[in-house]
Every structure is written in C-alpha cells, then in structure tokens.
C-alpha cells in the first residue's frame, strides 16, 4: 500500500512559478517511479511528467517540456514538480500517482493549480 498526498497548488499568474510536493508513505519510497498527471476541466487526466526509483531519466510531455522538472528526494519519500512559466493552460488538477506492478496503482487526492492570465 501507498497512500500519496500533493501540496504546493494555488493560485499564480501567467509567467510565474509554482513548486508541487507529493509525500508518499506506506511501500519503500525507493522501489517504485513516481508520475504527476493533470486533469482540467471537461478533459481526460492526462500524464505530465515521470521519474525512474532513483530519480533518473525524467519523462515529460511536449507541453510542458522546458519549463517543469520532476525531482525526487527518496531520503524524504518526497516527489517534486517545479512547474516554471506557467501558463493558463497548466490550470488543473494535478495528481501525483506511484507505479507499482506495471500500472499506476495509488494517487494522491490532488492540489488545484489556477494560472491567472
């Protein structure tokens, strides 16, 4: 079991910063790839970024490539998103989700990011 729970949303203005955290506990923190997804309103949830177990060989979608970067300290079982020139379509939801067995099997509850134009 993984229980997962983001911080960090609120409200920014286009062009600003915001840092996302996800604290895991349960499953050593260490052996699974951690993921931030989003969902806005009306849409699919739709996948952000990844990070390996050790934090290596990060993935990103094309629309956020260059501005967000997913880091993981796993001495604090914590997952970052510093998500960097936002614009207003970043404004969501966003989800952090743990990789167990092949599937993206736990989620947080999810923080509200608003991007104010």
């Known amino acids: 079991q993984v229980q997962l729970v983001e911080s960090g949303g609120g409200l920014v203005q286009a062009g600003g910063s915001l840092r996302l955290s996800c604290a895991a506990s349960g499953r050593t923190f260490s052996t699974y790839a951690m993921g931030w997804f989003r969902q806005a309103p009306g849409k699919e949830r739709e996948f952000v970024a990844t990070?390996?177990?050790?934090?290596?060989?990060?993935t990103y979608a094309d629309s956020v490539k260059g501005r967000f970067t997913i880091s993981r300290d796993n001495a604090k079982n914590t997952v970052y998103l510093q998500m960097n020139n936002l614009k207003p379509e970043d404004m969501a939801v966003y989800y952090c989700a743990a990789l167990v067995a092949g599937r993206w099997a736990y989620w947080g509850q999810g923080t509200q990011v608003t991007v104010s134009s």
């Open positions: 990070t390996t177990r050790s934090g290596s060989n990060p």
